[in-house]
């Protein structure tokens, strides 16, 4: 979809912040020290958010990574550029799909403005430091997309072999060396880092830390804790170098993940991983230091997501565009003034995602994919997740109360999504069920409606059906 915009102006008497967004790669929810992890060390980020606002409810826009970044990069839900998965939203038995999912784009269209086009437009020099990901056949570079310098080497270390895993070390010197070069003028440094995901790597003397320490009674693999310190560390190189250049104060530091862990890490109390819409695949750490406008030591509970951030960048950058982006400014939130007026947050997958994840759904028959077509709406308290299948296949709204089409959930008491209210809050069921179509409606959401011919329930409970073990 290509969607028209104005360029940008920005607002002479605003001393423009530098931005600096640090986006890691499968880390979980639970992966950090500050939100409990009992075997994981980050030292860093434990301090960036006793210096910054937590945020406890934040949200990725997708449950994995290449849309998860579009969401990101664009400040557009899913069906506005249509990346819903990575390569194809058909992944999986086709045997085991109802439905013919929608296709997928490989990547992020150039005409689609990203966030570094706009604050390229708002004088900002920009820098992308490690993972795209969005520059398949349907995409573009990310030199195409607003980045001035774009540094994505997992190489390029004069350090020892083996002590750059992940290319967190290489990326992490070169965004401080753009940093030096480009202190005299606002920049922003876009930092998506390969780590933690897979193959997990470490440095040997990080790897031999872990291995001595006690485990944990949830998480306990020590090279995945390994992995999340050494990104730590890099983290922490790069504030230390934002400091030596003394430019700390007016410098928005934001930290996030791209998606949940995968299932090498329980994400418990929060059910599911990667590539779900339950909690462990869409829940995020997420921390914004900005010592000019942002109070240390705070922490917010109103529920955000990763599409919030283009026009936060704008909002602070005092830019304007006439771009439709679906995310608000978080700007009411981190200064602590004004008002912030959105109800709602949105997920759509119209498509199929191969191997379960932890605590997923129908666990007993449906062992083969993280997701199926859905569609999520967060509104305050509650979460529904409307399973397009049943919904498209098995009678609707009208048979609503047995087709199992429709979950819901109350956060603040459940955030385990352990108990399924759809049939006792019948009225809150309703009234986010109307404003999800509602939705669907204004953003164009594809919805999956034609058959596969090549599905058969019975392969699926052949396939699926948990075995009995043998007899002693």
């Known amino acids: 979809m290509i969607i028209q915009f104005s360029w940008l102006y920005a607002a002479e008497d605003q001393s423009k912040p530098n931005i600096i967004l640090i986006f890691a790669d499968d880390l979980g929810w639970k992966d950090v020290g500050y939100q409990g992890s009992d075997f994981m060390e980050t030292p860093v980020l434990d301090g960036l958010a006793k210096e910054g606002m937590v945020f406890t409810n934040a949200y990725a826009a997708g449950g994995n990574c290449a849309p998860s970044r579009a969401c ?30 929608t296709p997928n784009k490989s990547g992020l269209a150039k005409e689609n403005i990203t966030f570094a086009d706009a604050m390229k437009s708002a004088g900002y020099v920009t820098g992308i430091f490690g993972k795209w990901h969005l520059d398949g056949p349907d995409g573009a570079s990310p030199e195409e997309q607003g980045f001035d310098v774009v540094f994505q080497s997992q190489g390029g270390w004069s350090g020892k072999e083996g002590d750059n895993p992940k290319g967190i070390f290489s990326l992490t010197h070169a965004a401080g060396e753009f940093m030096e070069k480009n202190k005299d003028k606002p920049f922003l440094i876009y930092l998506p880092h390969y780590a933690i995901h897979t193959e997990l790597k470490a440095r040997a003397s990080t790897l031999e830390r872990f291995k001595a320490k006690a485990p944990g009674k949830q998480h306990h693999d020590p090279l995945y804790a ?44 929060l059910r599911g991983n990667k590539g779900a819409y339950y909690e462990g695949g869409i829940r995020e750490p997420m921390i914004v230091r900005w010592p000019a406008a942002v109070k240390p030591g705070t922490t917010c509970d109103v529920p955000v997501i990763n599409v919030d951030l283009f026009p936060t960048f704008l909002a602070a950058a005092g ?19 004004g008002s912030f007026k959105r109800e709602s947050i949105f997920w759509h997958f119209p498509g199929y995602l191969d191997h379960p994840v932890i605590r997923g759904r129908d666990l007993d028959v449906r062992t083969g994919f993280r997701s199926r077509p859905v569609s999520v709406i967060r509104k305050g308290d509650w979460k529904l997740h409307l399973f397009l299948e049943e919904w498209q296949l098995d009678g609707g709204k009208d048979k609503i109360a047995t087709n199992r089409a429709v979950e819901l959930y109350n956060m603040k008491e459940d955030i385990g999504e352990h108990k399924d209210l759809a049939d006792t809050q019948i009225q809150k069921r309703d009234e986010l069920l109307n404003d999800l179509l509602a939705w669907h409606k204004s953003v164009n959401a594809p919805i999956p409606s034609e058959p596969n011919p090549r599905y058969n329930p019975n392969a699926t409970e052949e396939n699926n059906t948990p075995k009995k073990k043998p007899a002693k």
Not at 77 to 89: I, L
């Open 319 to 337: 830019a304007k565009t006439d771009k439709q982006l679906d995310g608000e400014s978080l700007l009411p939130l981190l200064k602590q003034e």
């Open 226 to 269: 390994a992995c999340t310190y050494d990104l730590d560390d890099g983290i922490g190189i790069l504030l230390k170098k934002l400091k030596e250049l003394d430019l700390e104060k007016n410098t928005m530091i934001v930290f996030t993940s791209d998606n949940g862990s995968t299932n090498q890490s329980s994400q418990e109390p």
């Open 72 to 101: 990101l990069l664009s400040g557009n839900y899913t069906p506005r550029h249509g990346v819903y998965a990575v390569r194809t939203t058909e992944r999986g038995k086709k045997s085991e799909m109802r439905l013919l999912p």
